[in-house]
């Protein structure tokens, strides 16, 4: 899988769009991007996925650039169940989740 | 009717004693995963189950072995506890396919102490 990089930690108002960026220069054709997120004491949820196209669904909306090198997650309407740790992961057809730091991303009241 | 679940939630033991971590999953699934997520919180791959067969193995010390006695149980067994496996160990499963989105369902997490 692609390295992906992400910035260490965010910060977001509540009721606020929280964008989340995310670089894969290195992504490869057959890579998707997929994001995840983790909230304190518990296991991963996946959120969303995405191969060119921009996607949407009821969590959040994944853009992703032209040239396939970096996207953005958007959460529209960020709550305080939204603070998590988010995890972007460029991902191919048989093989393994690579999970690295990820974004922390804390939503203020 | 939870979809993955982990037994036990919190693991007490002493260096060198064997211990066993079960998972359950409830959603048909043919693919299940052990996880491993350290102090750093660095979330590591250790074994990837399909349809009862290993098919990854990622560098994980021959102290851990899974178990699969059918499709929906994923065991983990580990002899000879180090304090170095002190963690919290995540249950997945997903339906893995080249059409499907390989969306994995995690477990609650165990959390294992070693004194």
């Known amino acids: 899988d692609a390295k992906t990089t992400q910035p260490t930690s965010m910060d977001c108002a509540e009721g606020r769009a929280a964008n989340l960026p995310c670089n894969h220069s290195?992504?490869?054709?057959?890579?998707?991007v997929y994001w995840y997120r983790q909230i304190h004491s518990q296991g991963p949820q996946y959120i969303i996925h995405?191969?060119?196209n921009n996607e949407t669904n009821e969590m959040a909306s994944l853009i992703i650039t032209e040239d396939r090198k970096s996207s953005t997650l958007i959460l529209p309407h960020a709550t305080l169940r939204d603070t998590a740790v988010y995890y972007c992961?460029?991902?191919?057809?048989?093989?393994?989740?690579?999970f690295g730091p990820g974004t922390r991303l804390s939503v203020l009241p | 009717d939870t979809a993955v679940s982990q037994t036990p939630k919190y693991l007490v033991t002493q260096m060198g004693n064997d211990k066993s971590i079960k998972c359950e999953q409830n959603?048909?699934?043919?693919?299940m995963y052990w996880y491993k997520q350290d102090s750093k919180k660095f979330l590591k791959i250790m074994f990837s189950?399909?349809?009862?067969?290993?098919?990854i193995n990622e560098t994980v010390p021959n102290r851990f072995s899974p178990k699969s006695p059918d499709k929906a149980h994923l065991n983990l067994h580990i002899n000879s506890l180090e304090l170095g496996d002190s963690a919290v160990y995540f249950c997945?499963?997903?339906?893995?396919?080249?059409?499907?989105?390989?969306?994995?369902?995690f477990g609650p997490g165990t959390r294992l102490t070693v004194l």
């Open positions: 995405g191969l060119k």
């Open positions: 997945a499963s997903s339906q893995v396919g080249r059409a499907t989105v390989n969306e994995q369902f």
């Open positions: 959603l048909g699934h043919d693919t």
């Open positions: 992961i460029a991902h191919n057809y048989g093989q393994n989740f690579v």
């Open positions: 290195t992504i490869s054709g057959n890579e998707y």
């Open positions: 189950y399909n349809n009862k067969e290993l098919i």
